[in-house]
């Protein structure tokens, strides 16, 4: 239990569907972030959020679109996603960007 | 930030300690350097880190050398529950922007009994 949770841990979806994937805070920490992990690929990060301001957005297509409606809270929506997008997707946080990051168990996701 | 050098893999006897080596030759005073590994289908979990000075916590101890070229994770009595990939990370903690956390490919480290 990292206090960072994650729902669903499992997601399959079609290309048409939109579906979005939550992600919340117990560690009462100010900085949240999307990450996303592709078979035998690092980590990429794709969003920062600090402070409920998005600060990063690593080049990431318009299919996926962030939401923080509070420090606690982060949501990916997905729309019209590929088949390449299926992944694992992680969310994390921070006390503030300097800090330690701490992930949550992250969201299988497979588009069909 | 700057770019880190791992093995690939490394095996290591159950009960025994498992040195896991990191290369960040181009480190910079400022940047910081992290573990965390990753068992297999789970989030990434932070172990240590350090700057200049070793550290030491309930998982692992984390060596830098004096030069700050180069770092070694020690866990000192390893698990079968220790098998997973480690990565070694060098940032700079930034204060206005993204945290850069850049993971490379790693070192997966497997526990045999």
């Known amino acids: 239990e990292t206090g960072v949770t994650q729902t669903p841990r499992h997601l399959v979806m079609g290309m048409t569907n939109k579906k979005s994937l939550k992600c919340e805070q117990h560690l009462g920490h100010n900085a949240m972030y999307w990450y996303k992990q592709s078979a035998k690929k690092p980590l990429e990060l794709m969003f920062v959020y600090s402070l409920e301001e998005r600060v990063e957005n690593n080049s990431v297509p318009s299919r996926f679109s962030p939401e923080c409606p509070n420090s606690s809270h982060l949501f990916l929506h997905l729309h019209t996603l590929q088949p390449e997008d299926s992944a694992l997707y992680l969310c994390?946080?921070?006390?503030?960007?300097?800090?330690?990051?701490?992930f949550g168990e992250g969201s299988w996701l497979t588009v069909v | 930030d700057a770019k880190t050098t791992q093995p690939t893999s490394m095996d290591c006897a159950e009960g025994r300690a498992a040195n896991l080596p990191c290369n960040h030759s181009t480190i910079s005073g400022n940047e910081y350097v992290y573990w965390y590994r990753q068992i297999h289908s789970q989030g990434p979990q932070y172990i240590i880190h350090?700057?200049?000075n070793n550290e030491t916590n309930e998982m692992a101890s984390l060596i830098i050398t004096e030069d700050r070229k180069s770092s070694t994770l020690i866990l000192p009595h390893a698990t079968l529950r220790d098998t997973a990939v480690y990565y070694c990370?060098?940032?700079?903690?930034?204060?206005?922007?993204?945290?850069?956390?850049?993971f490379g490919g790693g070192t997966r480290l497997m526990v045999k009994p």
């Open positions: 994390a946080s921070s006390q503030d960007p300097r800090n330690t990051i701490y």
């Open positions: 990370i060098v940032r700079v903690a930034r204060n206005n922007a993204g945290n850069m956390l850049t």
């Open positions: 350090g700057l200049k």
